[in-house]
């Protein structure tokens, strides 16, 4: 990799910040064996395209053993691999062909909770005196009488529980699940409840208790000793609990106790604990998936003078086409409102920590579908959008088929969903009144993250190559395959795969898309995103590009700054064809992306 023009001092250099990554969902990724799954040998099989393209990591969600309760966030074994993704063998020719081509490889940590099939939890839940018992949250349920004359009663109700008649009758408190309902299930065994902030068979772990915190370290290092570069680390500011695990004291959230379970009391011990005992003295890459974060509190974890993580997750500007209900809901989001939030981001991390250039994951929908058009303007606002990510401060994160435009896919009913937040969350809706059932469809088709799920399209055969043509896939493949997949783009060299990979050699080549300034430009513009990047460089001078980017399907006439009128430039990279002498007042076109490079 060449770096060039930089007065950066070498211990700022993180491989990390010049680190393009690329994220696997294995499941979906390429099926080697016609199961209709994707696999490790298929991801392997896939190594080339991914040296092609130019990606430094590949950041591989979980492979590890689980019943697939949540698509392998449920752990049973964190050391062992789900027989249907391939062997231990396997993973570790996938990460020798990753290094041999110079691409780190980082796999997904998850910690705040396991499977219910997990040995520490069937010995936990065997008998109240198991020596696991205090690996996870185990309480007595409460008197429904006194939780009804208390001031701040839970709203859930005690029918919707098989428990006992009785003192034991309602949850411990009133803290709800991510995933809808409520963040307690009754344990007849043993007569208590065990607490899970997502699905009932994700119990959370408690890391208060020093031998489940021991076993996360050994496990950590364990996956380390084998040559992995990092973690991805999964809702990683839930670990912490509050003492005596309260109700909550905001009664109109979204998710009912998030204001006691998130970024708990004892997070910044807990992964200053991990920094000190398994990362410290490592070159490891960490980026920890954090829910409801400001940036004053990022820096706690980012900072110099931080927890030790390279960088986290934010959802800010994930949510700005969201209602105070939530995810499902609907609201209409404006370019202005992108622009105010991720630059709010990168100005407020600018001297200490550093950023996350994403906007989708497996997670979320399609980017060009939920940020862009995924109509008429689909290859000119995918590479918009692509130029956004690559030309900010910060690592940016390829999800697969983004680089190809891929788009949301045409649910017709929840029968064809399987992701269980969209079922669970959509029946909630449903039930409370929040959710019509004739906008059922239209929020599902646009929300679900089985949108990101559906199969990587290779080509324009049956099932686009992610399996065989008689083989019904695990997710059905988007109907577009036949003008959305890799071999076509490949073959042609307009398009957005390529764009993608002109845009990553362009960031390995210019050190000034790594580290330069990001400065805000025309911020009160409706419809332009503009910015500079600088570094000065070793010869006295500033090296500086100028980003300029309309989003939207309207022309758009760009006035530039007054002090950079006139100045020398040339195109370094554009989705439209432009001759460029100088930066000039000029009408945009739909979707245009220009980066003008200033003598």
Avoid at 333 to 348: A, D, I, N, T, V
Avoid at 404 to 425: A, H
Wanted: aromatic residues 12%.
């Amino acid at each position: 990799m060449a770096y060039v023009n930089s007065r950066r001092p070498p211990d700022e250099r993180r491989w990390w910040k010049e680190a393009v990554v690329y994220q696997i969902y294995p499941r979906s990724f390429n099926d080697s064996d016609g199961n209709g799954v994707g696999d490790i040998p298929g991801i392997i099989e896939k190594v080339e395209y991914l040296d092609d393209l130019g990606v430094d990591c590949v950041w591989l969600n979980p492979v590890y053993e689980s019943p697939g309760v949540d698509n392998g966030y449920d752990i049973s074994d964190y050391r062992a691999i789900l027989d249907e993704f391939g062997t231990m063998a396997d993973w570790e020719a996938l990460r020798d062909a990753l290094h041999e081509r110079d691409i780190r490889l980082i796999m997904d940590l998850v910690v705040n909770h396991t499977s219910d099939e997990h040995e520490w939890f069937v010995k936990s839940q065997s008998a109240k005196d198991s020596e696991y018992r205090d690996y996870y949250w185990w309480r007595e349920g409460r008197d429904p009488d006194k939780v009804a004359a208390s001031p701040n009663r839970t709203t859930l109700d005690p029918d919707d529980y098989d428990t006992p008649d009785g003192v034991n009758e309602v949850p411990p408190n009133d803290w709800e699940s991510f995933f809808g309902g409520p963040a307690w299930t009754y344990d007849e065994r043993t007569g208590e409840w065990y607490l899970h902030l997502f699905d009932e068979r994700m119990p959370d772990v408690n890391w208060e208790t020093k031998a489940l915190r021991e076993e996360m370290f050994e496990m950590m290092e364990w996956w380390l000793d084998r040559g992995i570069d990092g973690f991805r680390m999964d809702v990683i500011n839930l670990i912490s609990k509050p003492d005596g695990l309260p109700d909550s004291d905001d009664p109109t959230a979204i998710v009912r106790g998030a204001d006691k379970f998130v970024n708990g009391p004892r997070i910044h011990e807990y992964l200053s604990e991990i920094y000190d005992r398994v990362l410290a003295g490592t070159d490891s890459m960490t980026v920890g998936e954090m829910a409801d974060l400001t940036v004053k509190q990022a820096k706690d974890f980012v900072g110099e003078d931080g927890d030790g993580m390279s960088m986290v997750f934010t959802f800010d500007h994930m949510r700005l086409d969201m209602t105070d209900a939530g995810r499902w809901s609907y609201h209409e989001w404006s370019p202005r409102e992108l622009k105010e939030s991720m630059s709010h981001w990168l100005e407020g991390l600018a001297d200490d920590g550093w950023n996350s250039l994403f906007l989708n994951n497996h997670d979320e929908p399609r980017m060009v579908s939920r940020f862009g058009d995924d109509g008429e303007y689909r290859t000119e606002s995918a590479k918009l959008l692509a130029t956004l990510l690559h030309t900010l401060r910060g690592t940016p994160y390829i999800y697969q088929g983004e680089e190809l435009g891929m788009t949301n896919y045409p649910f017709d009913s929840l029968d064809e969903v399987r992701d269980v937040d969209t079922i669970k969350n959509v029946r909630a809706a449903q039930r409370s009144g929040r959710l019509a059932d004739e906008d059922v469809m239209d929020l599902v088709r646009y929300r679900t993250r089985d949108n990101a799920r559906t199969p990587m399209q290779w080509d324009d055969s049956p099932n686009a190559d992610f399996t065989d043509p008689d083989t019904t896939p695990w997710m059905p493949v988007n109907p577009n395959k036949d003008e959305i997949n890799a071999a076509d783009a490949r073959d042609d060299p307009n398009s957005i795969w390529h764009y993608y990979r002109d845009l990553i050699s362009l960031r390995k080549e210019r050190d000034v898309l790594v580290y330069g300034d990001y400065d805000l430009r025309l911020s009160d513009h409706e419809r332009l995103w503009v910015y500079t990047r600088t570094l000065e460089t070793d010869e006295g001078r500033s090296d500086t590009l100028l980003v300029v980017l309309n989003f939207g399907g309207d022309e758009t006439v760009f006035e530039p700054p007054a002090d950079l009128v006139g100045t020398d430039a040339s195109l370094l990279i554009s989705n439209y064809d432009a001759d460029i002498e100088s930066v000039e007042q000029t009408t945009l076109r739909p979707w245009e992306a220009r980066v003008y490079d200033l003598a």
